[in-house]
C-alpha cells in the first residue's frame, strides 16, 4: 500500500492584518472635553480593558494553501471513542456506510484512496484501521483541499492529517471513564493523559483502553426479475451478529532541546485490538431455486498489532536556515481464525477452517532543507523515501460431508513496496496582500509480489506533479481569494496489484470472487481550485469553493465469469471527470446582534459532481460519490462557563450508481443527529453526556446486475440506534 510523505501543510504566509484598523467608529457619539471634574481621579470605578493580538495567526486565512485545521476541543466535544464520528461532523466530510459500523473517509464525496489519511504525516500499514484511533491521543485534524510539493501527491480528492498529541505546554494529569449504551451494543472505554517537563525534557503520554460489544440484525434480501418485470426468485435471509473487541492504545512521547536550540523528539503510538465474531444466516427461498446453502454459521477470532516509533531533529543553520530530518519504523502483526460450516437444506454440506497470518515492516525517511532568499522568498528542498515489507499466508481446510471429499490449500506470498520522492517549492510574498507558491515534486513507487498460487509480478510507476497555488488579500476589505492548480494521482494498492483470488461460498453477480490485477496503472489528474473567503467579524466566516479534476487511467471494478464462476477485478478504463461546490459560513451570533447568549453557529453545504466516460450513464458517478452532503450545528455556553451544550445535523445523499455496463449500486440517504451537555462541576471535574444517532434511521446497502435475462438484485439492511454516552472526566 502506498505510504505517503509527512503531513503537516504549513505554508508561510502574510500575517493578519489587526482587526482594529478596520473598526468603525461610532458616529452617533460626540467626543466631549475633559473637565477637570472628570480629569481627577475615580478609584471607584474599574476600567475593563481588553488586548488582542494585532497579527494573531490563523492558518485557514493566512496560508497560501488552503488549509482547514480543527481544534482537540471541537474533537471531543461529543465524547467519541471512534475518530470516525467526528468526522461526520466536518464541513466537506462524509463518511460512508452505516452509523456506528465503521466506514471510509471521504473528501468531496470521494475515498478509496483519492482522499489521502495520514497519521502524523505519514500512512498507516494495511492492517491498521483508522477507526481504531481514540480521539483523546488526537491533537487537531488538518484537511487539505489541494497538494503541495512538500507532501505526497497522491491525493486526487484531497488529504486528511491527523496530528497526534505532542505539545507538552504545562504538567498535566487527566482522567477519563466512560460508557455508552444502545439497543444493541455496549461500550465502556477509559482514557488517560500525562504530561509534563524536566528542564530540558519532557514528555507526555497518552494510554486509552475500550471495549465494544453488540449483538444486531442485518437482514438480506435477493431477487430477480425477468425483463418483462416478471417476479422468479425471492431469497431472504435472517442475519444475527453478535460479538465483542478490546482496543488498547498508547501514544507516549519525549522531547528534548539542546543548548545550541537543536530539539530531538520521539513520538511513538501502539495499537492492539482483539476482537471475535459468531454470525448466522438461515435463507428462506420463497420463490425460484435455492442457494447452494441455505444456513451459514460463522464464528472468528483475530487480533491485531500496530506499532510506529518516530525519530525528528531539527537544527538550526546560519543565516536562518533549518534542517529537519525524521527517521522512522514501524511494524504491524494479524492474526486470525475463522470457522464456517454451511448447510444445504438440512445436513451440513461444507466445514471451512481458516488460519491467516500477516506481518509488516517498515523504514521510512523524510528531510527538508529550508532557507529564506532575496526579499520575500523561502526556499525549500527535500525528501520521502521508504520501504515496506508484507508477508501473508493463509491455510484452509475444507471438507463436504455429502459429497465425501476434502480441499486443502495453503497459500503464501510476500510483497515489497519501494518508494521515494524528492521536491523543491519557493513560496514568494509578492506584496502584503498577495502570496504565490509554486513547487515540483517526482515520486517514485514499485511493488514486487510473489507467491506459491501465482508468479512473480512487478509494478512500476513514477509521476511528475508541478502544482502552484497563490492566495491574495482584497484591499479595503476582509475578503481573498484562493486559486491552486494541481496535478495529483492515486496509486493502486498492494492488494489491487496482487493476482490472488478471494473466493465466496454462494457466487453470483452480486456476490462474486476478487482478484487483483498487476497490470494497473496509477489515475492521473489534473485539477483547478478556486475559492471566495470573507472573514466579516471575529470568529465569523462565509467561504465558497469550486473545484475540477479530470482523471486519466480511471480504474473500475470489472465483472468477468471464468470456469461458471463471476470473478470482480479493477482494470483501467478511460477517463473521468469531477466537479465540486461547496458552502460554509460559522459565526457567533453576537457578531449579528448585541446581548445575546454565547452561541456559536455553524453550517456548510456540499454538491459533487462526475461522470466516467467508459460507463454509460446516467448515474456513471465516480466510485459511488456522494452527490450532496450537508453539515448544520450549534453550540451554547453558559454564563460563567459551567455548562455548555450543543448539537449538529449531518446529511448525506444517496442514490442509484452505475458502476459500469451490467452493474448498478445504491445507497441509502444518511442523516445523523447528535447532541451534547458538558457541566463543569469545579475545576477538577466535570461531566460530558452525549447522545448520538437520535433519528435511528436505517441504512440500506444494494446492488444490481442487469442482463438479456432480467435484474438480480441484493438488499442489505443495517438498523439503526440511539446511543446514549456519560463519560466523568477529572484532572489531577
Known amino acids: 500500500m502506498f505510504r505517503p510523505s509527512l503531513a503537516v501543510l504549513c505554508l508561510a504566509a502574510q500575517p493578519a492584518f489587526a482587526q482594529s484598523a478596520d473598526a468603525p467608529v461610532d458616529a452617533g457619539k460626540e467626543a466631549r472635553p475633559i473637565s477637570a471634574d472628570s480629569a481627577k481621579p475615580q478609584p471607584e470605578k474599574i476600567q475593563r480593558v481588553e488586548v488582542k493580538g494585532a497579527n494573531t495567526y490563523d492558518a485557514r486565512r493566512d496560508d497560501t494553501a488552503s488549509r482547514i485545521v480543527v481544534s482537540s476541543e471541537e474533537i471531543q466535544r461529543y465524547g467519541d471513542t471512534s475518530v470516525l464520528d467526528v468526522f461526520k461532523r466536518l464541513p466537506g466530510i462524509t463518511v460512508s456506510g452505516a452509523s456506528g459500523r465503521g466506514g471510509e473517509i471521504r473528501m468531496r464525496g470521494l475515498g478509496s484512496g483519492y482522499t489521502q489519511i495520514l497519521l502524523n504525516g505519514e500512512r498507516a500499514p494495511a492492517g491498521f484501521s483508522i477507526d481504531q484511533l481514540s480521539p483523546d491521543v488526537i491533537e487537531r485534524i488538518e484537511i487539505l483541499p489541494a497538494a503541495s510539493a512538500e507532501f505526497s501527491t497522491q491525493s486526487i480528492a484531497g488529504t486528511i492529517n ?65 425483463p418483462a418485470d416478471e417476479l422468479v426468485l425471492l431469497r431472504r435471509t435472517a442475519q444475527e451478529d453478535r460479538g465483542r473487541s478490546k482496543n488498547l492504545n498508547l501514544a507516549p512521547r519525549l522531547n528534548w532541546t539542546g543548548e545550541n536550540g537543536d530539539t530531538l523528539t520521539s513520538q511513538n503510538i501502539f495499537n492492539y ?20 446453502y441455505d444456513v451459514r454459521d460463522t464464528n472468528n477470532r483475530a487480533n491485531n498489532a500496530f506499532l510506529r516509533s518516530d525519530l525528528n531533529w531539527t537544527h538550526a543553520l546560519a543565516s536562518g536556515a533549518k534542517l529537519d530530518v525524521k527517521v522512522g519504523v514501524s511494524g504491524m502483526r494479524n492474526r486470525g481464525t475463522w470457522h ?8 451440513l454440506a461444507r466445514e471451512s477452517t481458516v488460519w491467516s497470518k500477516t506481518s509488516e515492516r517498515g523504514l521510512s525517511s523524510t528531510g527538508k532543507y529550508a532557507t529564506t532568499w532575496r526579499t520575500g522568498h523561502a526556499l525549500s528542498a527535500g525528501w520521502d523515501g521508504g520501504l515496506t515489507r508484507r508477508n501473508d499466508a493463509r491455510v484452509e481446510d475444507e471438507s463436504f460431508p455429502a459429497a465425501g471429499r476434502d480441499a486443502f490449500a495453503n497459500e503464501r506470498y510476500q510483497s515489497r513496496i519501494e518508494r521515494l520522492a524528492v521536491f523543491a517549492q519557493d513560496e514568494w510574498s509578492v506584496t502584503p496582500r498577495w502570496s504565490m507558491y509554486a513547487g515540483l515534486r517526482w515520486e517514485g513507487l514499485e511493488t514486487t509480489s510473489e507467491g506459491n498460487t501465482f508468479g512473480a509480478t512487478r509494478n512500476r510507476s513514477s509521476v511528475w506533479s508541478p502544482l502552484a497555488q497563490t492566495l491574495y488579500k482584497l484591499p479595503d476589505s476582509r475578503d481573498q481569494v484562493r486559486l491552486a492548480l494541481t496535478r495529483t494521482y492515486k496509486a493502486p494498492s498492494a492488494s489491487n496489484l496482487i493476482p490472488r483470488r478471494f473466493t465466496t461460498p454462494n457466487n453470483s ?84 446582534r448585541d446581548n445575546v ?46 455548562l455548555s451544550a450543543g448539537s449538529s445535523f449531518a446529511f448525506k445523499s444517496g ?14 440517504v444518511r442523516r445523523d443527529l447528535d447532541m451534547y451537555a458538558l457541566y463543569k462541576f469545579n475545576p477538577q471535574y466535570q461531566l460530558r453526556m452525549a447522545l448520538s444517532n437520535l433519528l435511528a434511521q436505517d441504512f440500506i446497502g444494494d446492488s444490481r446486475y442487469v442482463d438479456e435475462n432480467g435484474t438480480l438484485r441484493r438488499t442489505s439492511i443495517y438498523p439503526g440506534r440511539t446511543t446514549a454516552r456519560v463519560t466523568l472526566e477529572t484532572r489531577f
Do not use: C, M
Open 655 to 668: 442514490g442509484p450508481v452505475r458502476i459500469n455496463v451490467d452493474q448498478y449500486g445504491y445507497q441509502s
Open 509 to 592: 453477480q452480486t456476490d462474486p470472487d476478487y482478484r487483483g490485477n498487476p497490470d494497473l496503472k496509477p489515475e492521473l489528474a489534473t485539477g483547478i481550485d478556486a475559492s471566495y473567503e470573507h472573514y466579516w467579524a471575529e470568529k465569523a466566516l462565509l467561504s465558497a469553493s469550486v473545484s475540477v479534476r479530470r482523471i486519466q487511467d480511471y480504474t473500475r471494478q470489472g465483472l468477468v465469469v471464468e470456469n461458471g464462476r463471476w470473478i470482480q477485478t479493477p482494470v483501467n478504463d478511460g477517463s473521468a471527470t469531477t466537479r465540486s461546490l461547496e458552502l460554509e459560513a460559522k459565526f457567533p451570533l453576537s457578531s449579528i
Open 273 to 292: 485490538n482483539q476482537n471475535s465474531f459468531h454470525g448466522d444466516g438461515v435463507t428462506s427461498t420463497l420463490l425460484g431455486r435455492p442457494p447452494l
Open 340 to 347: 464456517e460450516f454451511d448447510y444445504a437444506g438440512g445436513p
Open 597 to 642: 447568549p454565547d452561541i456559536d453557529l455553524r453550517a456548510s453545504v456540499s454538491r459533487n459532481w462526475s461522470r466516467v466516460d467508459a460507463v454509460p450513464g446516467p448515474d456513471n458517478r465516480l466510485d459511488q460519490q456522494t452527490p450532496f452532503s450537508a453539515t448544520l450545528g450549534v453550540d451554547w455556553r453558559a454564563r460563567g462557563g459551567k
Open 162 to 226: 491527523i496530528v497526534l498529541k505532542k505539545t507538552v505546554r504545562k504538567a498535566q494529569r487527566e482522567l477519563k471513564l466512560g460508557v455508552g449504551k444502545s439497543a444493541d451494543t455496549t461500550n465502556p472505554n477509559a482514557s488517560l493523559q500525562l504530561s509534563d517537563r524536566a528542564g530540558k525534557l519532557s514528555y507526555s503520554l497518552s494510554a486509552n483502553a475500550s471495549a465494544y460489544e453488540f449483538d444486531r440484525a442485518s437482514p438480506v434480501e435477493e431477487s430477480q426479475r425477468t
